[in-house]
């Protein structure tokens, strides 16, 4: 079993968990939207490893590698033969 850490924003970077917080996986999710009202088309959500954080940026434009997409999820979620 994997875990996942949720971190949602607004701004242009995001922040990470605690050190000592158990986790697997960092999903920062780019809201887009205005005032209550969330664009959900719009948002990013970027799956990153616990250990790719070390040294990574913390701006969203900066790490378009991480972005959700089918070969993100084959990467951290490998099938079993």
Do not use: W
């Not at 701004?11 to 990470?16: H, L």
């Not at 701006?59 to 991480?66: C, D, G, M, R, V």
């Amino acid at each position: 079993m994997r875990t996942v850490q949720v971190k949602t924003t607004e701004a242009n970077s995001y922040d990470v968990p605690e050190e000592a917080k158990i986790y697997h996986i960092l999903a920062a999710v780019h809201l887009v939207g205005h005032d209550r009202e969330v664009r959900l088309d719009g948002c990013e959500v970027f799956l990153i490893q616990k250990d790719e954080l070390n040294g990574l940026p913390r701006k969203f434009s900066e790490i378009a590698n991480f972005k959700l997409c089918s070969e993100r999820i084959d990467a951290l979620f490998p099938r079993k033969a």
